[in-house]
């Protein structure tokens, strides 16, 4: 069975400053893919990025970069001098494939980022 | 030009009644989902259907019934409806079963 764990369950910080949030992970798949969604208050779920289980080369794109380690499950995300904008709750989420078959993403419990003005 | 849509956007509705919610992509896809997000914002798979093939149903009641008329639709059948179904839906769709999943809207269910 998969489990993602997200630990913060809220962060509030002021605008400008640099946030992580993170994510541990447990699988006993080979083979899997982790996620970053964004649910704004508006409510859609904005896919961010995705990782495979063979690729840990760190990500950045814009003010937004990501640490996937393997050595200790985690694919923490970090937001540079954020912005009002950023304030959402944000989701990391897990998918393995052992059987062949697509068996959803199971996904953190969220954390919700407060960008303060 | 709306990737992965639902309808209707909010249903609210009595206890004991029979819903239905409806989603369609037009990325071409192969598999689609439905999730349900709870009112801690925890969000778990129910469904999901590859070619028209249903590959995974978790532990959701049977009043629950997904039904694919084609590839891009995947509509979401609810009987009887429950206080405790109250909740947000979202239709999902990924190019393949270990695609990046494209969520739509969602659909805002309340039962009173």
């Known amino acids: 069975a998969q489990k993602v764990t997200q630990a913060q369950t809220e962060i509030s910080v002021v605008e400008k400053e640099d946030v992580t949030l993170d994510c541990v992970y447990e699988?006993?798949?080979?083979?899997?893919?982790l996620f970053w969604y964004k649910q704004p208050p508006s409510g859609e779920l904005v896919f961010l990025i995705r990782?495979?289980?063979?690729?840990?080369q760190n990500e950045i794109s814009g003010r937004y970069s990501w640490n996937f380690q393997k050595s200790t499950s985690s694919f923490n995300f970090t937001i540079t001098a954020s912005q009002v904008v950023d304030s959402a709750v944000y989701f990391c989420?897990?998918?393995?494939?052992?059987?062949?078959?697509?068996?959803?993403?199971?996904f953190g419990k969220g954390t919700h980022l407060i960008i303060q003005p | 030009d709306t990737a992965v849509s639902q309808t209707p956007k909010y249903l609210v509705t009595q206890m004991g009644n029979d819903k239905s919610i409806k989603c369609e992509q037009n990325?071409?896809?192969?598999?689609m989902y439905w999730y349900k997000q709870d009112s801690k914002k925890f969000l778990k798979i129910m469904f999901s259907?590859?070619?028209?093939?249903?590959?995974i149903n978790e532990t959701v009641p049977n009043r629950f019934s997904p039904k694919s008329p084609d590839k891009a639709h995947l509509n979401l059948h609810i009987n009887s409806l429950e206080l405790g179904d109250s909740a947000v839906y979202f239709c999902?769709?990924?190019?393949?079963?270990?695609?990046?999943?494209?969520f739509g809207p969602g659909t805002r269910l309340t039962v009173l």
């Open positions: 989420a897990l998918s393995a494939y052992s059987g062949g078959g697509a068996d959803g993403l199971t």
């Open positions: 990782r495979n289980s063979f690729d840990e």
């Open positions: 699988t006993r798949d080979t083979t899997y893919y």
């Open positions: 999902a769709s990924s190019p393949d079963s270990r695609g990046t999943q494209y």
């Open positions: 990325l071409g896809h192969d598999t």
């Open positions: 259907y590859n070619n028209k093939e249903l590959i």
